[in-house]
């Protein structure tokens, strides 16, 4: 059973980092793409990064590019994202998911498989 568990979101303020962790258990995730979605209040959810597990590439939305890193630890098991320079309008619950044989331009939800549970960001200004 494929477990993915975030951890790392909390309160920070505007110009402040944070580091979210997906750790993820149930299976080989060679074949798998990961990546992070956010869903602000009233909003979609949106596509925010993602990871080849195979190969390390990476893809990011407009709005992070230069601001977020996405990384994993294959030894590990876990995903990472780093956001620096946080801005209030990052302000949401992350998700970390799981694209069986998809790629880092998997961008859209239905594309991904296994979800986490999410994790709140919220960053005042």
């Known amino acids: 059973q494929v477990q993915l568990v975030e951890s790392g979101g909390g309160l920070v303020q505007a110009g402040g980092s944070l580091r979210l962790s997906c750790a993820a258990s149930g299976r080989s995730f060679s074949s798998y793409a990961m990546g992070w979605f956010r869903q602000g209040p009233k909003k979609e959810r949106e596509f925010v990064a993602a990871?080849?597990?195979?190969?390390?590439?990476?893809n990011y939305a407009d709005s992070v590019k230069d601001r977020f890193t996405i990384s994993r630890d294959v030894a590990k098991n876990t995903v990472f994202l780093q956001m620096n320079s946080l801005k209030p309008e990052d302000t949401a619950v992350y998700y970390c998911?799981?694209?069986?044989?998809?790629?880092?331009?998997?961008?859209?939800?239905?594309?991904?498989?296994?979800w986490g549970q999410g994790t709140q960001v919220t960053v005042s200004s």
């Open positions: 998911a799981a694209a069986r044989y998809g790629t880092i331009w998997s961008t859209v939800p239905n594309e991904y498989h296994y």
């Open positions: 990871i080849s597990w195979s190969g390390g590439s990476t």
